[in-house]
């Protein structure tokens, strides 16, 4: 499995920017897509999930000011942040919870990174 991350970068204080991550592999079936962020020295931390379904789920700190969003037929995940604030700089990465080939067992697949950094 794949997951190719696109859309970090650098932004001012208030402006947007929207992260995909795009999923592949041989009989994937996704369920949950997900997006963290991880501060160095810290621990990484959910920002917003999505289920199969549609039901989503923000951090605290996410809510009101993105949104996430995904494509079940092209297996992508997007998450777009507004109102971006100096403390939303970090590395982002996507996750999902899928299922491959034969498999009956849902297991976590990470991308990579994604640097997102907000300047004040």
């Known amino acids: 499995v794949q997951l190719q991350a696109s859309g970090g970068g650098l932004v001012q204080s208030g402006g947007s920017l929207r992260l995909s991550c795009a999923a592949s592999?041989?009989?994937?079936?996704?369920?949950?897509m997900s997006w963290y962020r991880q501060d160095p020295g810290k621990q990484r931390e959910l920002v917003a999930s999505?289920?199969?379904?549609?039901?989503?789920n923000y951090a605290d700190s996410a809510k009101g000011r993105f949104t996430i969003s995904r494509d079940n037929a092209k297996n992508t995940v997007h998450l777009q942040m507004n109102s971006l604030k100096p403390e939303d700089t970090s590395v982002y990465y996507c996750?999902?919870?899928?299922?491959?080939?034969?498999?009956?067992?849902?297991?976590?697949?990470w991308g990579k990174g994604t640097l997102v950094t907000v300047s004040s």
């Open positions: 996750n999902i919870e899928a299922l491959t080939g034969t498999s009956f067992i849902t297991r976590p697949y």
């Open positions: 592999g041989r009989g994937l079936r996704t369920f949950a």
């Open positions: 999505i289920t199969s379904g549609g039901i989503t």
